[in-house]
């Protein structure tokens, strides 16, 4: 299992304390990569959380190296807010409300906190994009043979296909915005010259241009497994995110 270890952060408006958790690179084990960038380490998103909504005044900001601490026995005096309140904005993503909840506050989050750099605009649009796609992320992971092996309860197997199911209908009804969110996200990417072309190409498949995500792969030369998964998908025409490996 995944262990990790404590930082505290400090809100640049309110100078209220939060604590943060970063896992130990030792521990980490069991890591499952998507074809949209996704990590999930031992269940729980990998990809480290940049933009705070603070717990105490409900205002955004960035963490930034100078405003983090190691955890020491003097900052253990002080009152501080804990993880589950400011991590993903304090939403539950074990319930669809809280999910959908997440991808507003991203697109207030890009409303309200401008002008952006390149890279926080990248950063929030990003974590958007991965947001939309968790909610149909896992929805194929228990099938009813899994039930019939005894692997889940039907209890289980029928609560988790009915979450699976609003999630899916949030996500086709936000087809629009999420088409917005990733054009936005190939133009901020096309202009960031360490950008890998698979990216881009990936995020073409994802909005169902399979015409130009083939012509970026046709050009890129080293055929990685990841490069060959994504044609094999752009081929048969598929837009759905994948587990590359874990
Ligand atoms: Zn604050």
């Not at 960038?37 to 998103?45: K, S, Y």
Request: hydrophobic residues 40%; aromatic residues 14%.
């Amino acid at each position: 299992m995944t262990s990790f270890e404590d930082f505290y952060v400090q809100c640049t408006c309110c100078e209220a304390w939060l604590i943060g958790k970063t896992p130990k690179a030792e521990t980490v084990s069991q890591s499952v990569l998507y074809s949209d960038g996704m990590i999930i380490n031992d269940l729980i998103p990998a990809n480290p959380q940049k933009l705070v909504l603070c717990p105490a005044c409900g205002k955004f900001f960035w963490i930034l190296k100078e405003n983090c601490l190691k955890a020491n026995p003097e900052l253990d005096h002080e009152t501080a807010y804990p993880w589950t309140s400011w991590r993903f904005f304090g939403c539950n993503l074990l319930d669809n409300r809280g999910r959908k909840a997440l991808i507003n506050h991203y697109w207030r989050s890009l409303e309200i906190l401008t002008p952006l750099s390149q890279q926080q605009e990248i950063w929030i649009r990003q974590s958007l994009l991965w947001a939309y796609n968790d909610l149909y992320r896992d929805a194929e992971k228990w099938q009813f043979s899994d039930f019939i092996k005894g692997k889940v309860s039907l209890r289980y197997l029928l609560n988790s296909r009915s979450f699976n199911k609003d999630g899916v209908a949030f996500f086709v009804a936000e087809k629009q915005s999420i088409e917005a969110n990733v054009l936005a996200l190939i133009h901020l990417y096309e202009q960031d010259d360490t950008t890998e072309p698979a990216l881009i190409a990936e995020l073409y498949r994802e909005i169902g241009n399979f015409v130009k995500a083939a012509e970026i792969l046709k050009n890129i030369v080293r055929k990685t497994h990841y490069i060959n998964m994504l044609n094999e998908y752009v081929k048969r025409g598929n837009k759905a995110v994948f587990k590359i490996a874990g």
